[in-house]
């Protein structure tokens, strides 16, 4: 069956670090992924996209990459800061009129 | 832009009665929209997928009949919980989708059956 691996276990890092969250998928052929911010009690917010033939992916301090040969997803947080602690959700899609399947999300911590 | 709402943010009801939750597109139109629960520490389920102007697709083991979907116009879903019973109390959120490849989601309702 399909499967979206997250460490579910919380990250803590120290200011400034770069946070590195990983996700790894299987028994699945995503046209595309998705990274989502979630904060306690409300609803995610869309971060980026990658498509399967893309590589990598930045946006200011962000950056994803994908790895459709290891099934894989890394989203990094460059010069992380306090205000980016949060839950992070990794979303696949199969493309066309496929539902989008959403990871259990990995909360990152950030320590001043 | 692309922001949608939710109302009510959190509700307590008793078990038996039933609770609407609204979910809408503020400014922009939406052809499609997903009705999701989460439960404390648990990836988003969705539970139908709700487009404008017909019946909602509802995922395997989701009773339509207790949980009703109504999408009337471009920019409102609706969710009813019928006879609600301390089960059903979760995170319940909404998203639209604004083109094929981004759902945008709304804040969020807490249910709570009492």
């Known amino acids: 069956s399909q499967k979206i691996e997250q460490n579910s276990e919380a990250l803590n890092i120290q200011e400034g670090k770069t946070a590195t969250l990983t996700c790894n998928y299987t028994?699945?052929?995503?046209?595309?992924l998705q990274w989502y911010r979630q904060d306690p009690g409300r609803g995610p917010v869309f971060l980026l996209l990658?498509?399967?033939?893309?590589k990598e992916k930045r946006k200011e301090r962000l950056k994803v990459t994908f790895d459709t040969t290891l099934k894989q997803s890394l989203f990094h947080i460059t010069a992380s800061q306090p205000a980016d602690s949060a839950t992070y959700l990794c979303?696949?899609?199969?493309?066309?009129?496929?539902?989008?399947?959403f990871g259990i999300g990995t909360k990152l911590q950030v320590i001043p | 832009g692309a922001v949608v709402s939710q109302h009510p943010s959190w509700v307590i009801c008793k078990s038996g009665t039933s609770v609407k939750i609204e979910c809408r597109s503020l400014?922009?139109?939406?052809?499609?929209m997903f009705w999701y629960r989460q439960f404390p520490k648990q990836s988003l389920m969705l539970m139908a997928t709700?487009?404008?102007?017909?019946?909602?697709?509802?995922e395997q083991g989701v009773e339509k009949d207790k949980f009703l979907i109504n999408h009337a116009s471009l920019t409102l879903s609706t969710l009813t919980v019928t006879s609600a019973h301390p089960e059903d109390s979760s995170f319940y959120i909404c998203?639209?989708?604004?083109?094929?490849?981004?759902?945008?989601f709304g804040p969020g309702t807490r249910l709570l059956v009492l």
């Open positions: 990658i498509r399967e033939n893309e």
């Open positions: 979303a696949l899609h199969s493309g066309g009129y496929q539902k989008v399947t």
């Open positions: 709700s487009n404008e102007g017909s019946k909602a697709t509802y």
């Open positions: 998203s639209a989708e604004g083109d094929r490849e981004t759902q945008y």
């Open positions: 028994n699945y052929s995503p046209a595309y």
């Open positions: 400014d922009f139109q939406a052809t499609t």
